[in-house]
Nanobody, 119 residues
């Protein structure tokens, strides 16, 4: 249902752009977001964006990462600039999706994409 792409390896100070496209029998998508899990750590919220474009970021990425979405394409993006070694993690996309014919949103996770930042 959610397919993420765009991970890779970069040096500190570099940039990457993650994409995550939702597919299926979709009626609407509410909040979309990105989470990450570093080795030995718990999964943490990175950023979220509402259908109307209201964004929220974890303090450690403010000013460096930008979340955006294209509602027509059911896709969420994460532009990551000024990457630091501590940004190294598996990044997961997440979305609250209402399928056609349903009256409830269902929460979905995409498979992770690895981001490695070397110093």
């Amino acid at each position: 249902q959610l397919q993420a792409s765009g991970g890779g390896s970069v040096q500190a100070g570099g940039s990457l752009r993650l994409s995550c496209a939702a597919s299926g029998n979709i009626f609407s998508i509410n909040v979309m977001g990105w989470y990450r899990q570093a080795p030995g750590k718990q999964r943490e919220l990175v950023a979220t964006i509402s259908r109307g474009g209201i964004t929220n970021y974890v303090d450690s990425v403010k000013g460096r990462f930008t979340i955006s979405r294209d509602n027509a394409k059911n896709t969420v993006y994460l532009q990551m600039n000024l990457l630091k070694p501590e940004d190294t993690a598996v990044y997961y996309c997440n979305a609250d999706i209402r399928d056609r014919g349903s009256v409830y949103d269902k929460n979905y996770w995409g498979k992770g994409t690895l981001v490695t930042v070397s110093s």
